[in-house]
């Protein structure tokens, strides 16, 4: 069994004062502190800055005496209060503080930490739009397999999405005709998940589960769903699961990434009609640099692609989401 992780993606934006305490986790750049590892851009140490000042305003141990001047420069009293918080907190001495490490995410527990209230807001933000991302794409399917592939009308823009995210024009007549009704089954399998879950006995918000302590944004295993019930012997977890790891909440997420983020891991999760599972070969858009180069044939088991084409129905636009970057697969070609 393959465990599949969608890294941080994107580039991280400044994150927001932290004053309410309903931001979301606090992300860096790159490393802040004392030692050869720190950057110390001045954007992360501002981040930092104002996040242990919340240590001290939480009254939590560990926190600067008096609060460090938010002014974006890594001096000796930045790094002092770095050493301290690890100290106290970590019982670590190195200084600094790295991206999505040990430090940073005790930060986020103490200042903000994500609760499994948080899990269903944010499910509840985006599971409609999966749901009319899966919608829409079947629509379009539909649309196809009824006409053919049209030069005008719905069957033609959705020919023209089959052919860019999944490259359908490069197979054979047959093939594409086997390869949408395909297609059509393993969005059903989507739709099943996530709208009729009574189906199988489940409950879609039980399918999710939240590891507070997991920077990444979100993991799952192939045909997870459909080997529903395996227990890891490692582990003793159930193996069927999407689980939302600390990114997931991170302020960059909005309900649109959030959506496209769980498309994702359902192809993961659901794999497809064929039976074959749905990997990652490439990460992106359909003509970014890690996806454009990929053959019908990884296409139709790369996650991306599936999440790619059925947000692309929903939205009505070709226009590549701001949140999609391009990355390198993982998958065993
Ligand atoms: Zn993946």
Known sequence: MDWMVMPQVGSCQLVPLLSSGLTGPIEINKPVGSGPLARNQADDVRVIQQALNQVTLKRVAGGPVPPLAVDGICGPKT???????????LKIFDGVIEPNKKTIIKLN????????????IRLQLALP???LAIGAALRDLQAVISNGPATTGPAAVASDRLNRHFRLNTLSALDQSTTRIDLFGTFTRFNTV??????????????????????QIALTTLQGFFEEGVVDPKTKRRR???????????????????????????????????????????????????????????RLSNADSYAGFAHECRVNSSAKPPFVTTAPGNARR
């Open 240 to 298: 069927d699961r999407i689980h939302l790891g600390l990114g997931f909440f991170a302020p960059r997420v909005s309900a649109e990434f959030g959506s496209f983020i769980i498309l994702h891991e359902l192809a993961h999760f659901i794999g497809r009609a064929n039976g074959q599972d749905i990997d990652d070969f490439g990460k992106g858009w359909f003509d970014d640099f890690f996806v454009r180069g990929l053959p019908a044939a990884e």
């Open 109 to 120: 527990e103490i200042i903000d930490p994500v609760s499994d209230a948080d899990l269903r």
């Open 129 to 131: 739009l999966v749901r």
């Open 194 to 215: 996530i709208s009729n879950p009574e189906v199988f006995n489940i409950n879609v918000n039980d399918e999710f589960d939240l590891n507070k302590s997991d920077p």
């Open 79 to 89: 790094k002092a209060a770095i050493s301290r918080f690890q100290q106290v907190q």
